[in-house]
């Protein structure tokens, strides 16, 4: 912590600067990159007339964005409704204030490291800055004056807390493997050689490669990348933006730099939870194997390129998703998050508490993702059917037939399918159709 100390204010000015500098540049880069990614995927051309491999085009349409006419609703509240986007776009730049680039180095003649500042709990500061981001969306639904952007705005609040829970006992477990929150002492924590120990033995075999906690801490990072989808409101989770039901949610009557704000911190809040995946799971700035094992590659200068290359890898892994999976229902989303990860996630901590402190630690937490697995196809993921009576079921007081009326109908609640009640179609069902003649009339 006190190399971050040492640095003077023109050299947090060149970071800061810096900083801004690259995730400006880098969210430009994103958006053509999805574009043109997803094209492929779809076998579309994407992007290709405006600059060299149509790379103009994304920059077109941000100053596009800045110019056009801005227009706010007749009853809207003026200050919340132009105070809500510098909320989340505050936000979204402020958690990339702790995370690592590289380690330490030397920047005209001041010993730092490739990082604007660190805390000791860098990590739990993440997730407070992300939360601030939530108070931009419901207060963008609630000034607006719009029946859609509230309820877009409510959509939005509920899945980015629940999915927040989730994320954050995914980042527990690290803590506890760690033994710090601080995001350079946890990847630093990352470089030592990985061992299997032999249980109830001495006996400790090199791997050769890095102890990445993606490796012992499988089921955290599983945990993490799918709370990471849901708290960025990215397909298959874009629940409240779903243009079928709610418009454009919560950027309902947002239109012009406001607009803009929630675009460019959309796009940083998906390269921000890929940074954090990346500094807490991945490594972060070092290198992957086995260039490790190379002197040369581990000259700090060269982790922010290794770090970069680990969070577009991950941003890829965003528009994989938004270009192959259709999107959940909200129940089923819902459910997902309060009924399943937030249980694994507590029943795992648990398991690395008991082990991270012994000897065992690297053979124990190699077979906590096969208990874990074991124990959600037992117990977890099944929605019982409820049985229905035989007697009630013939007598036919809650089978009915879904396509009665020419349409499928889903069942209503007291209602069972005849498939399930062990019935087949009614008497109505089976009675031969009419024959008709070649004139027309029936026979």
């Given at each position: ?386 049985e229905v009576p035989e007697e009630r079921a013939i007598e036919g007081e809650e089978v009915y037939d879904p ?41």
């Amino acid at each position: 912590m006190n190399v971050f100390m040492n640095d003077p204010w023109w050299l947090v000015l060149i970071k800061v600067v810096g900083l801004f500098v690259i995730l400006l540049v880098w969210t430009i880069f994103n958006v053509w990159y999805e574009r043109r990614l997803v094209g492929k995927m779809q076998h579309r051309l994407g992007p290709i007339m405006n600059g060299p491999l149509g790379l103009g085009q994304a920059l077109g349409d941000g100053l596009k964005a800045l110019v056009k006419e801005d227009f706010r609703p007749k009853h809207a509240d003026k200050w919340i409704f132009n105070l809500a986007p510098i909320l989340t776009a505050v936000a979204a730049f402020t958690c990339w204030t702790v995370i690592p680039f590289g380690g330490q180095v030397t920047m005209f003649g001041v010993e730092t490291r490739l990082q604007l500042t660190d805390l000791p709990v860098a990590a739990v500061f993440i997730l407070a800055s992300a939360s601030i981001g939530i108070y931009g969306i419901v207060l963008a639904g609630w000034a607006g004056n719009s029946t859609y952007s509230f309820l877009g705005s409510i959509r939005s609040t509920a899945q980015m807390i629940s999915y927040e829970i989730s994320m954050g006992l995914s980042m527990v477990a690290v803590f506890l493997m760690a033994g710090s929150m601080s995001t350079s002492e946890i990847v630093e924590s990352q470089g030592n050689a990985l061992q299997l120990v032999v249980p109830f033995t001495n006996i400790e075999i090199p791997l050769g490669i890095q102890g990445w906690y993606f490796l012992l801490l499988i089921p955290s990072f599983i945990i993490y990348a799918i709370a990471m989808v849901g708290e960025t409101n990215r397909a298959p989770f874009d629940l409240p933006e779903c243009e079928s039901e709610l418009v454009s949610g919560y950027l309902t009557e947002y239109s012009g730099f406001r607009y803009a704000l929630y675009f460019l911190a959309e796009y940083i809040n998906m390269a921000t939870v890929s940074a954090v995946c990346t500094t807490l799971f991945l490594g972060g700035y070092l290198p992957f194997w086995p260039l490790n094992n190379i002197e040369f590659f581990n000259n700090p200068w060269f982790g922010p390129i290794f770090f970069m290359i680990k969070v577009q890898l991950l941003i890829s892994v965003f528009v994989w998703l938004r270009g192959t999976l259709p999107r959940l229902r909200y129940d089923q989303f819902m459910s997902l998050g309060w009924k399943a990860l937030i249980e694994i996630s507590l029943i795992w901590i648990i398991v690395v508490a008991l082990v991270a402190n012994t000897e065992f630690r690297n053979a124990t937490l190699g077979l906590g993702l096969a208990l874990l697995i074991v124990l959600w196809w037992m117990f977890g993921g099944k929605n019982p059917v409820a049985e229905v009576p035989e007697e009630r079921a013939i007598e036919g007081e809650e089978v009915y037939d879904p396509f009665a009326g020419g349409y499928p109908v889903p069942p209503m609640p007291g209602q069972v399918l005849p498939e399930l009640a062990g019935v087949v179609r009614g008497p109505a069902q089976e009675e031969p159709a009419a024959e008709v003649t070649a004139e027309g009339k029936e026979a």
